[in-house]
């Protein structure tokens, strides 16, 4: 073999070298990224709420529905104090003996907390995490007479 033949031979097995090298990072980098998606969906909460949020006088005030699986079913809306503080949402069975019409209703709550305008806060429905859908109402709207039009 000449020696141009061999500069050659030598010159594409580097380049070889080079692209495997970048495959393997790059396929490595790819994994990274999915194991990061993977990591946020799983901790992303399975059930999201729409909720109106508005701060106003001190107040973080919580308006929104929560879907029951029938009439009978109750539910109670509170605030545990903490930081961050937590809208705590939780819901009953209909009591035995119960007669009771498996029909969606549809239920509101109303709760509020007086602490900072930058407090942080988390919700639960009976004691899992939820992901409130907010929708910010201004200081100088009524947060009861506020209509959301959701496209459903």
């Not at 141009?4 to 070889?16: E, F, G, H, P, W």
């Not at 009978?72 to 809306?77: I, P």
């Not at 930058?118 to 007479?145: C, P, R, Y």
Request: charged share 25%; glycine share 6%.
């Amino acid at each position: 073999m000449n020696k141009a033949t061999r500069i050659s031979v030598a010159l594409i097995v580097i380049i070889i070298i080079i692209w495997a090298v970048y495959a393997v990072g790059k396929d490595s980098a790819d994994n990274t990224a999915r194991e990061d998606i993977v990591t946020m969906e799983e901790n992303r909460p399975e059930i999201s709420i729409n909720t109106k949020h508005q701060y106003k006088d001190g107040m973080h005030i919580f308006v929104g529905t929560l879907e029951l699986p029938s009439p009978c079913h109750a539910f109670n809306a509170e605030i545990i104090e903490g930081n961050p503080f937590e809208v705590k949402i939780t819901t009953s069975e209909p009591t035995d003996g119960q007669t009771c019409a498996q029909v969606i209703t549809n239920r509101d709550f109303k709760v509020s907390y007086k602490t900072s305008q930058d407090a942080q806060f988390f919700g639960t429905l009976n004691g899992e995490k939820v992901e409130f859908n907010l929708f910010e109402v201004s200081e100088d709207q009524d947060i009861d007479t506020v209509e959301l039009y959701l496209k459903g």
